[in-house]
């Protein structure tokens, strides 16, 4: 079992940057595939990016390609979000997320652990 906790979040213009970090503990954080989820008011929560345990594979959805990547460092603990080029349509909370897997998933439903999420809000 993986203990996640995000941070990094707050309040920026549009075109402005952000990098979130989740930061990891308990044993085999490098077995876990990782994500990153959103969920704006009133809307459902959506997959934004997710990475291999190795980090050699990555899967973005298509309204951050480009502008978000992902990384981690399992010797660190942690996984990043940078986040680019930042619209007010990305203003949500973001969470992390991580499953035993092997397998990159778009659904929430498919990862065990979740942290606490951080607030993203973009401002025009």
């Known amino acids: 079992q993986v203990q996640l906790v995000e941070s990094g979040g707050g309040l920026v213009q549009a075109g402005g940057s952000l990098r979130l970090s989740c930061a990891a503990s308990?044993?085999?954080?490098?077995?876990?595939?990782m994500a990153w989820f959103r969920q704006a008011p009133g809307k459902e929560r959506e997959f934004v990016v997710g990475i291999s345990w190795s980090g050699g594979r990555t899967i973005y959805a298509d309204s951050v390609k480009g502008r978000f990547t992902i990384s981690r460092d399992n010797a660190k603990n942690t996984v990043w979000l940078q986040m680019n080029s930042l619209k007010p349509e990305d203003t949500a909370v973001y969470y992390c997320?991580?499953?035993?897997?092997?397998?990159?998933?778009?659904?929430?439903?498919?990862?065990?652990?979740w942290g606490q999420g951080t607030q993203v809000t973009v401002s025009s």
């Open positions: 997320a991580a499953r035993i897997i092997s397998i990159i998933a778009t659904r929430g439903e498919s990862y065990d652990s």
């Open positions: 308990g044993r085999t954080f490098s077995g876990y595939t």
